[in-house]
C-alpha cells in the first residue's frame, strides 16, 4: 500500500475543563473518502481543525506528505507555510459558512482571491474560473457578483467548495458540507467529490450528521464519542454490523438499522 498521504497521531485537545479530543489516531490515504461521525460536541470538527493545522493540539502530531513528497509535521512549519498550504493543497470548508467566507465581497471575488492568492496571475483568467466553479456546483452565474450575504445557506456551503476546489486541493476538509442542500442537489454534490476523489486522487476528511451521506461518499468511518474515536472500519462494515452499543444507537435512530 501507498504511504498515507495524511496521518494523525496521538491527538489530544481541551478548552479549559472541556476535553474535546482525545488520543486520536489514524492515517488518510490519496483517493479515500473518510467521515467522521458522532453526536453534537464529540468533537469532530475539533479534530478537523487540528487536521488542518488550524488551531493546535495539547498533545500529537499532524503529518501531511506535500505534492513533493515532503513529510510536513504541521504543527512545527512556519505559520506563513501553513497559510499557504491552506490556500492551495489544503482545503476547508467550514460549518460556518462565515469562517470560510468574506461576506462582504462578491462570490466571484470569493473564488478568484483564492485562486490568485494561489499563484494564479490574471485577473480574467481567475473570473473565468470562478464562473466555471460556480457552474460545477450549481450556483446561478447570475449571482456571480452577489455577496455571500445575500446567498441562502445552502448556496454559501456550494461557494465554499467552489472557492476551496478551485485550486485543486490535495486534501478536503468538510464540516457538514450538505447541511441546507435538498436531496437532488445533495447528490449531485457527492457525486462531484466523488468524481474528484477517484479521478484526481482528492482525499477527503468529511464530518457529517448524515449516516447516508457518509454511507454513499466514503470508504472508511470513524465513531466519536465525547472526544474518543470508538469505532472506526470499513463504511458498510460499521454501518451493517456495528459492534459498539452507541453505534448501534446511532445506526438505528438515523438509518432505521441494526
Ligand atoms: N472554541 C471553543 N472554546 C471552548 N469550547 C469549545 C470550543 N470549540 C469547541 N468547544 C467544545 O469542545 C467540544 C467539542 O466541540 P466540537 O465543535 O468539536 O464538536 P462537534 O462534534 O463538531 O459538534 P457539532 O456536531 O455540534 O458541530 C464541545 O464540548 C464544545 O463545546
Ligand atoms: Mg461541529
Not at 454490523?241 to 438505528?252: A, G, N, R
Amino acid at each position: 500500500m501507498c504511504d498515507p498521504i495524511l496521518k494523525a497521531a496521538h491527538l489530544s485537545k481541551s478548552y479549559g475543563k472541556v476535553r474535546a479530543l482525545e488520543d486520536v489516531s489514524f492515517e488518510l490515504f490519496s483517493s479515500e473518502v473518510l467521515s467522521i461521525v458522532g453526536e453534537s460536541g464529540s468533537g469532530k470538527s475539533t479534530l478537523l481543525k487540528l487536521l488542518s493545522g488550524i488551531i493546535e493540539p495539547d498533545c500529537g502530531r499532524v503529518t501531511y506528505r506535500d505534492k513533493t513528497g515532503t513529510l510536513l509535521s504541521i504543527f512545527d512549519i512556519p505559520d506563513s507555510l501553513k497559510r499557504k498550504l491552506l490556500r492551495t493543497e489544503l482545503g476547508f470548508v467550514w460549518q460556518d459558512p462565515k469562517e470560510g467566507l468574506r461576506l462582504k465581497i462578491s462570490a466571484g471575488g470569493n473564488i478568484a482571491e483564492r485562486l490568485l492568492a494561489g499563484g494564479l496571475r490574471s485577473f480574467g483568467e481567475a473570473r473565468a474560473k470562478s464562473i466555471w466553479w460556480l457552474n460545477r456546483v450549481e450556483l446561478p452565474v447570475s449571482r456571480l457578483d452577489n455577496t455571500p450575504e445575500e446567498y441562502s445557506g445552502g448556496m454559501r456551503a456550494r461557494l465554499q467548495l467552489a472557492k476551496n476546489l478551485a485550486t485543486n486541493p490535495r486534501v478536503l476538509f468538510l464540516d457538514e458540507p450538505t447541511a441546507g442542500l435538498d436531496v437532488s442537489v445533495q447528490a449531485r454534490i457527492l457525486d462531484l467529490i466523488r468524481g474528484l476523489s477517484s479521478e484526481f486522487g482528492l482525499a477527503v476528511v468529511l464530518v457529517t450528521h448524515d449516516l447516508m451521506v457518509a454511507r454513499l461518499l466514503s470508504q472508511r468511518i470513524l465513531v466519536m464519542k465525547d472526544g474518543l474515536v470508538i469505532e472506526a472500519g470499513l463504511t458498510d462494515q460499521v454501518l451493517d454490523d456495528p459492534i459498539e452499543p452507541y453505534t448501534q444507537l446511532l445506526v438505528s435512530s438515523i438509518l432505521g438499522e441494526a
